[in-house]
């Protein structure tokens, strides 16, 4: 039996696909949406084994906008777009189109669409994604760290600057000016081949997905791609930790739906909480909350400001699983020689509680 979401606008149509696969004995429709974000919500909470778009969706996102989410929010959901005769669409599994089911189309026509095989894409590697609403607050600070630290426990791990304008990893690190970066990757099914050759080995054998180099290359990157070199990178590392960008935008959504564990960095300060409390009922519309877990990072923890553990776990309703304290000293030492605090400071008490992180978000996914 496969489970299928309808992404329709047209009531008419989505009745007659409605009526069409009540009689289908091989499906059962979970819901209609109208639009996207209630869709990719939907999808988030759901994980349909198919989910039906109409190309021809009214409003901001296209049908095929929303393939794209789709894709990079749930890969192992198969997508059919619908459309009309005159409208031919061909099926681009990279594009989010497993199958295409021309309208009105009869029940032969439906059961091939629902038939086309499940895309097999296996992650193997966690994909955690740093977040934070305020800059400043030590995402780039905790993904680097983070990273090295699993890197030295023997796992394989990607490092990738989900920043594409601006981005810091490359100036936190000792990244040789030359170095390729994501918008050297080709999109669609060419980015696999390529992903390799653009990695750079950082410390310890973190492999980097630098983020462009230049500001004005931003726009060269789509947010679907920026989700799919994330993917790709989990096929074939143990983790794969994100620095995401502030703004929540397309590009951030697109890191964020494909995030298996989002950690969220706060730290005790009013405009922080405040933020984060904003983001977080962002991701509650957005469906994530149940689908995958949303753990509280406090950084500079030693600067209360008035402000508990208990008090801003309360406020947000979220665990936190680490406090940083702030360490001027150890981080700008570390920022002089671009090297990670874990390595330059190991006993430092900043590197003892990152630590501490790494080993419970390892804890925490084998429960
Ligand atoms: N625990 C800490 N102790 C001391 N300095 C810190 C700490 N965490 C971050 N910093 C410093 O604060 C600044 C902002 O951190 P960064 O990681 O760049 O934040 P974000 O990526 O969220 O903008 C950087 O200069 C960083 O070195
Ligand atoms: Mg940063």
């Avoid at 009105?104 to 894409?121: D, F, Q, T, Y």
């Avoid at 390729?180 to 973190?206: A, F, N």
Wanted: aromatic residues 2%; glycine residues 8%; hydrophobic residues 45%.
């Amino acid at each position: 039996m496969k489970r299928v979401l309808l992404i329709e606008d047209l009531p008419q149509v989505a009745q007659h696909l409605q009526q069409m696969l009540s009689r289908e004995k091989e499906a059962e429709l979970v819901g209609v949406e109208k639009e996207s974000d209630s869709a990719i919500a939907r999808v988030n909470t759901e994980k349909p084994d198919v989910v039906m778009i109409d190309a021809l969706l009214q409003g901001k996102s296209t049908g095929f906008d929303i393939a794209k989410r789709v894709r990079a929010a749930s890969p192992g959901t198969r997508i059919i777009i619908v459309t009309v005769p005159q409208r031919p669409v061909d099926p681009k599994p990279d594009l989010g189109i497993d199958a295409v089911f021309v309208l009105p189309g009869g029940a032969n026509e439906l059961a091939s669409a629902l038939a086309v095989g499940k895309r097999e894409i296996r992650l193997k590697g966690r994909m955690i994604v740093c977040y934070s609403p305020k800059g400043g607050s030590g995402k780039t600070t905790i993904a680097v760290n983070l990273a090295t630290i699993l890197r030295r426990r023997g796992n394989s791990v990607a490092l990738m600057d989900g920043v594409m304008q601006f981005g810091s990893i490359r100036h936190v690190l000792q990244v040789p000016p030359a170095t390729r970066s994501i918008v050297d990757l080709p999109t669609g099914q060419g980015m696999r081949t390529s992903l390799s050759e653009v990695l750079w080995e950082g410390p310890s054998g973190v492999a980097v997905l630098l983020g462009p180099p230049r500001p004005e290359e931003a726009e060269l990157m789509a947010a679907p791609d920026v989700a799919t070199a994330m993917q790709l990178l989990a096929e074939d590392h143990d983790y794969v930790i994100v620095d995401a960008p502030t703004k929540l935008s397309d590009e951030s959504l697109a890191v964020l739906d494909a995030a298996d564990v989002i950690l969220l960095i706060v730290t005790y300060m009013q405009a922080s909480v405040a933020n984060t409390r904003a983001a977080v009922d962002t991701f509650e519309a957005l469906g994530y909350k149940g689908t995958k877990p949303i753990l509280l990072v406090v950084n500079q923890s030693d600067s209360a400001a008035g402000m508990s553990k208990g008090g801003i776990e309360h406020t947000l309703n979220l665990p936190v699983v680490a406090e940083i304290p702030t360490d001027w000293k150890v981080v700008s030492e570390s920022l002089n020689k671009q090297q990670p605090f874990v390595l330059s400071s190991p006993n430092s008490a900043v590197a003892k509680a990152m630590e501490g992180l790494a080993s419970t978000l390892v804890q925490q996914q084998r429960r």
